[in-house]
């Protein structure tokens, strides 16, 4: 069962347009591009009032070959070959997202594990469409092992969209013969384009996220590629050979499927992979920690696997 505060920000964020003195929620037309502009602008201002790092942690600025990108990290940590760290894939659908928008949540990871997280920036569609956002991360992969770092000290963490774009990026370095992470966490994560979950039906009424959204974020990223394409949606993608990985979804969510067709598929070709899907909750839950009881365990639990990855004690 639910914890009480676990119900009441789920109810709060499901009925956010309340606290707007709205009667119904938002109706937005996806197929415009300013409708995109103004999800990209509500993204960052939403950012803004919550953007206060924890205290002990401090953030170095890097340029990676025109990419900006930020080191997170716990206070006296030391950037080195030998440092152990997330390298972290922020969500927005593709077509929002930023360090600023994130800072924050990654924050979060960084506190609790006390990992150092790498947070970069990549180019977003409309204008930056597939395989931009695949090219940058590989970019940003490929700035930590230039710099001595190993892939067993590295493990990937993204959400939602991110969370698809951490699982692309593993198909990717497997299919180039790029050593891969030594593990991966993606919660919420975004797999299936084509929106074949009964989820989307079954759960777009309570879903947080708008209605029609990931039909247009897959529009706008995939251009004129199809959306079955296994970097753009990862379901569709042969699976075998994938380090560890750790599922979170949100019960109560559209991605919920998502999550599982690709954990089930995953766990048929050996794949060491675990699903937590949170009954009643909601989009990228983990990330509320430590607002409510459910979070906080998530989050724990996250944290432990990213250590147990790495050979750390947290």
Not at 164 to 171: H, K
Not at 174 to 184: M, V, Y
Not at 215 to 232: C, H, R, S, T, V
């Amino acid at each position: 069962m639910l914890s009480l505060r676990a119900r009441l920000i789920a109810f709060l964020l499901r009925n956010r347009n309340l606290l707007r003195f709205r009667s119904k929620r938002e109706t937005i037309d996806w197929n415009t591009y300013e409708a995109i502009l103004r999800f990209r602008k509500d993204v960052e201002e939403g950012a803004g009032k919550f953007g206060k790092l924890p205290e002990g942690m401090e953030i170095e600025s890097v340029n990676i070959d025109g990419l900006y990108a930020e080191w997170i990290l716990p206070a006296q940590t030391k950037i080195d070959k030998s440092i152990k760290s997330i390298l972290y894939f922020h969500g927005g659908g593709y077509v929002s997202g930023s360090c600023k928008a994130h800072r924050s949540i990654v924050a979060k990871f960084v506190k609790n594990s006390k990992v150092g997280a790498l947070l970069f920036e990549y180019r977003l569609a409309p204008e930056h469409p597939y395989p931009a956002a695949l090219n940058d991360a590989l970019a940003a992969y490929g700035f930590l092992l230039d710099n001595g770092v190993s892939p067993s000290q590295i493990v990937f963490v993204g959400d939602s969209s991110g969370g698809g774009l951490c699982l692309a990026m593993l198909l990717k370095l497997r299919d180039q013969g790029i050593p891969l992470p030594a593990a991966a966490v993606a919660y919420s994560p975004v797999t299936d384009f084509k929106c074949t979950g009964e989820s989307y039906k079954t759960k777009a009424k309570i879903c947080l996220a708008p209605e029609g959204s990931a039909q247009a974020f897959g529009k706008n990223y995939a251009g004129d590629y199809g959306l079955e394409l296994p970097y753009i949606s990862p379901l569709y993608g042969e699976l075998s050979g994938l380090p560890p990985i750790l599922i979170y979804a949100g019960g109560d969510e559209t991605l919920r499927d998502d999550a599982i067709c690709f954990a089930e598929k995953a766990k048929k070709v050996g794949v060491d992979v675990t699903l937590r899907v949170g009954e009643g909750l909601f989009h990228c839950y983990p990330a509320m920690t430590p607002l409510f009881p459910e979070a906080k365990q998530a989050m724990e639990e996250i944290c432990t696997f990213i250590n147990t990855h790495l050979g750390k004690s947290i």
